[in-house]
Structures are given as C-alpha cells and as structure tokens.
Nanobody, 120 residues
C-alpha cells in the first residue's frame, strides 16, 4: 500500500502561480511514475499531467505552456507548478500513481486532493 498526501492548494488570483505537491509514503514515483488529475464542480475528473518512470512528461492541452510536472525522487514527492492560472483551473487536484501487484492486478493510489481556487 502507498499513501499519497497532497499539499499546497489555496486561493490565487487569475494570472498568478501556485505549486502543489504530493508526498508518497514510500518510493513509487521514480519506479512507476505519477500523475495529477483534477475535478471541477459538476465535472468529471480529468488528467492534467503525468510523468513516467523514465521522466517523460505529458500535459493536457488546456495546461500546456502553463503547468509543469516534476518529481523529487529523494523525497518521494511529485510536484505540479502552475502559472498563468485561469478561473477555469479551479478544481480539486488529485495525486495518482499505480503499480502492479504480484498477482498481476493493477492497484491505483489516490490522494485525498487539494483545492485550488483561482479568482477572476
């Protein structure tokens, strides 16, 4: 089992920046990668950014050029640096990772989320 805990959310004005972080209870992001999802009120959860075990990153089109995903392997942490924030970025942001169990089943790990509110 892996516990994920997000931090760093808050209220920011449009055009501002914010960094949110995710701490894993054990080494996972370097082994299998990780991702950030978000869920706005009344909307489905969507993938924002992901990083592979090899360090390759992918970002949703809506955040390209504004958000950066990174990891700190020594600290078992995943970060999402957000800049040029827009009101439509307002959402609960969730940290995610997954691994394959010995029986071949995929196990998903989710944090409880951190709220990011962007005021206009």
């Amino acid at each position: 089992q892996v516990q994920l805990a997000e931090s760093g959310g808050g209220l920011v004005q449009a055009g501002g920046s914010l960094r949110i972080s995710c701490l894993a209870s054990r080494r996972i992001f370097e082994r299998v990668g990780g991702a950030w999802y978000r869920q706005a009120p009344g909307m489905q959860r969507e993938l924002v950014a992901k990083i592979t075990s090899g360090g390759s990153t992918n970002l949703a089109d809506s955040v390209k050029g504004r958000f950066t995903i990174s990891r700190d392997s020594a600290k078992n942490m995943l970060h999402l640096q957000m800049s040029s924030l827009k009101p439509e970025d307002t959402a609960i942001y969730y940290c995610h990772s997954s691994e394959v169990a010995s029986n071949g089943d995929s196990i998903d790990y989710w944090g409880k989320g951190t709220l990011v509110t962007v005021s206009s």
